[in-house]
């Protein structure tokens, strides 16, 4: 199944987007609930949950969308594990996964927010690794406690963002998942084989098109290889869904692209 990301029209309030995904033809989303960003906040959300969901729902049932997954970031860093941090975030989780649970969405992407800007080299990076592991352990249960999969974006610019620390999280949780997004690859000038390594915990993946010292392009005009990346996860067992996440910009509609993405992975 293909999925079109409401991060195509990030700078539009949450039911003037879904209005304009569902016009391009769109009937299954991937949500974005990223605290700073947007569609949904999951702060808010744990907050007035009743209300925010009442609202979502008439907005989905208005413009005749299914959502099928999230993708999230919580309030806190989750190199932050002060105790009050801790259960904002967990309590943001466990709000995202009742939000789930109703709508029958079964996988989420995790952002991983940004690295420690106090804890940036030699051991005391190391161990700022190691909080982010051990609070991403609390977020996989949470999610896997819901019959959740829960799959961390390796984004560039973030705790995750270089091979070593991804072979770390994985020596120390065996099971973790991986949201796939070659785009960060692509953007680093790494070469697509470099991730096949992640594809065996994949859940979920994200397509755009990137290269070289950009996070996106238009559909052709990057270096991701699409017929690559979905015959190698397929190869390594992944038969999950697909979310075309192209980011809205003021330069080119990231609609149409995730339009034109869809007829190329669906011809």
Known sequence: MILCSSSARSSKPFELAMADISA???????????????????????????????????????????MKAMNVGFSCQMHDRRPASVRQNLGECEAICKFMDYFGAKT????????????????????????????????YGCMSAHGIKLGLELHVNSPFENRAAVERLLAEIPGAGIAYDPS????????????????????????????????????GKGA?????????????????????????????D??????????VLSP
């Open 24 to 66: 391009a033809g769109f009937a299954d989303i991937d949500l974005l609930a990223i605290n700073t960003w947007c569609h949904i906040n999951p702060a808010v959300l744990a907050s007035d949950f009743d209300k925010t969901l009442a609202g979502a729902e008439a907005v989905f049932k208005k413009h005749r969308l299914s």
């Open 108 to 139: 989420a992407s995790l952002q991983p927010l940004q690295n420690d800007p106090l804890r940036n080299k030699g051991a005391a990076l190391d161990e700022a690794l190691g909080d982010c592991i051990a609070s991403l352990g609390e977020y």
């Open 184 to 219: 960060h690859q692509a953007m680093q000038g790494i070469g697509l084989e470099e991730s096949e390594f992640t594809m065996k915990n994949t859940v979920h993946a994200h397509l755009r098109d990137a290269g070289p010292g950009e996070m996106q392009t238009k559909v």
């Open 224 to 252: 991701v290889d699409f017929e690559w990346v979905m015959r190698k996860l397929a190869e390594n067992g992944y038969a999950g869904m697909y979310s075309i996440e192209f980011l809205d910009n003021a330069e080119w």
């Open 254 to 263: 990231a609609l149409a692209e995730a339009k034109k993405l869809m007829d």
